[in-house]
T-cell receptor, first 114, second 114 residues
Framework: GESVGLHLPTLSVQEGDNSIINCAYS??????FIWYKQESGKGPQFIID?????DKRQGQRVTVLLNKTVKHLSLQIAATQPGDSAVYFC?????????????FGKGTSLLVTP | DVKVTQSSRYLVKRTGEKVFLECVQD?????MFWYRQDPGLGLRLIYF???????EKGDIPEGYSVSREKKERFSLILESASTNQTSMYLC?????????????FGSGTQLSVL
């Protein structure tokens, strides 16, 4: 079946730098995308989401960009902090037959160094 | 805030045992989901339920069953645990409807089958 994937499994950035985490998706029918952050020992927590009628959405220190032409999604974190160290998952929505479940990528581990 | 509670943080069971993983949500959500999370594989959907006593198979239902007797509670059952079911199990819930795909996750249950 179609799947969501990530370009890089790990990313190391210096504190204060900007981080960019990338995600490729292959289901052209998906119209909702979401990023989760998972800290060690915790469940995934919502960061930001975007619908396919938009190409950019901003939150607090985070921005999600959607490029439907190349089926690419990215998460940008500004002024990365040690507390941003976590695994980040992108996900896309599935159809109504799955109860609108989400299909997840494999995750990218972000490590913020001092 | 939505709260999804998984009854056990860690479980150790023996091969062949029947295992129950419990999940309770307090936001009156219709949809509930069970995922398993394995390193390098991301989150994979096991089962979901969109109403009391309703259940549907996800992508990897083999070896599992579920029970939804009350709206707030969704149980995952391993009929005869095997070592390849050692994993992190994540429960999630969401409101009904097409535009409510954001899932709210519990903290997870790390199950080890020996």
């Amino acid at each position: 079946g179609e799947s969501v994937g990530l370009h890089l499994p790990t990313l190391s950035v210096q504190e204060g730098d900007n981080s960019i985490i990338n995600c490729a998706y292959s289901n052209s029918a998906s119209d909702y995308f979401i990023w989760y952050k998972q800290e060690s020992g915790k469940g995934p927590q919502f960061i930001i989401d975007i619908r396919s009628n938009m190409d950019k959405r901003q939150g607090q220190r985070v921005t999600v960009l959607l490029n439907k032409t190349v089926k690419h999604l990215s998460l940008q974190i500004a002024a990365t902090q040690p507390g941003d160290s976590a695994v980040y998952f992108c996900a896309e929505n599935r159809d109504s037959n799955s109860g609108y479940a989400l299909n997840f990528g494999k995750g990218t581990s972000l490590l913020v160094t001092p | 805030d939505v709260k999804v509670t998984q009854s056990s943080r860690y479980l150790v069971k023996r091969t062949g045992e029947k295992v129950f993983l419990e999940c309770v949500q307090d936001m009156d959500h219709e949809n509930m989901f069970w995922y398993r999370q394995d390193p390098g594989l991301g989150l994979r959907l096991i089962y979901f339920s969109y109403d009391v006593k309703m259940k549907e198979k996800g992508d990897i239902p083999e070896g599992y069953s579920v029970s939804r007797e009350k709206k707030e509670r969704f149980s995952l059952i391993l009929e005869s645990a095997s070592t390849n079911q050692t994993s992190m199990y994540l429960c999630a819930s969401s409101p009904p409807g097409l535009r409510n795909e954001k899932l709210f996750f519990g903290s997870g249950t790390q199950l080890s089958v020996l």
